[in-house]
């Protein structure tokens, strides 16, 4: 059964920076793609980047620039480097497969960043 686990989300000011980790479990990580993706209240979940499994990143425009994904495969994890923080990152940040290529049901329960101007 696929378990995954975020962390790393916390308060901080504009500017600053956080690195959130996802650990994967019960699924052959290496083979798939992975993607975080972010969820602000009162807004529709939207994705902010994904990784393919050998390493290929893409961004959301509105991220680009500032967040670095990358992946470690030894360790079934996948993480999400955060630069120059905006209040407008504020969200709940989730991993999951990549959405455009699996529709997945499940989903770990996130983790807060919240970025305070």
């Known amino acids: 059964q696929v378990h995954l686990v975020e962390s790393g989300g916390g308060l901080v000011q504009a500017g600053g920076s956080l690195r959130l980790s996802c650990a994967a479990s019960?699924?052959?990580?290496?083979?798939?793609?992975m993607g975080w993706y972010r969820q602000a209240p009162g807004k529709q979940r939207e994705l902010v980047a994904t990784?393919?499994?050998?390493?290929?990143?893409n961004y959301a425009d509105s991220v680009k620039g500032r967040f670095t994904i990358s992946r470690n495969n030894a360790k079934n994890t996948v993480y999400l480097q955060m630069i120059s923080l905006k209040p407008e990152d504020t969200a709940v940040y989730y991993c999951?497969?990549?959405?455009?290529?699996?529709?997945?049901?499940?989903w770990g329960q996130g983790t807060q960043v919240t970025v305070s101007s």
């Open positions: 999951n497969r990549d959405q455009s290529r699996y529709i997945d049901d499940y």
């Open positions: 019960g699924m052959i990580f290496s083979i798939y793609a």
């Open positions: 990784i393919t499994n050998d390493g290929r990143a």
